[in-house]
């Protein structure tokens, strides 16, 4: 007997709520795009959580980290909208920086 059969695949299709963990702002969004607006078009509450304040991934070094988050925080509600996110919660830990690993999994639980 293989695991298959004892434990039924879901359909995620029949998922009502949706929260999607993610390490930077955009990997929800360019790694499961269409999937999540298929979801929301089918009635799922799509949720965002964001691990880190993705800081590494900044360009414009004329943007102090304050405005570097906040730019990238609307960027994110921007695209949430598109997919039909309802809510973002952003953890803010450094992107490639050193965090506990502990208190990172208390606070998504």
Known sequence: MTLLSIIPTPDIFQARRILCIQPHYDDNDIGAGGTLALLHERGAEIIYLTITDDLM????????????????????????????????YWLGYPDAGAYDYYDLRHQII
């Not at 004329?62 to 925080?73: D, F, G, N, P, V």
């Open 57 to 88: 991934g900044v360009l414009d070094a004329t943007l102090t980290s304050e405005a570097a988050a906040a730019q990238l925080k609307r960027e994110q509600e921007q695209a949430g909208q598109f997919i039909g996110v309802s809510q973002h």
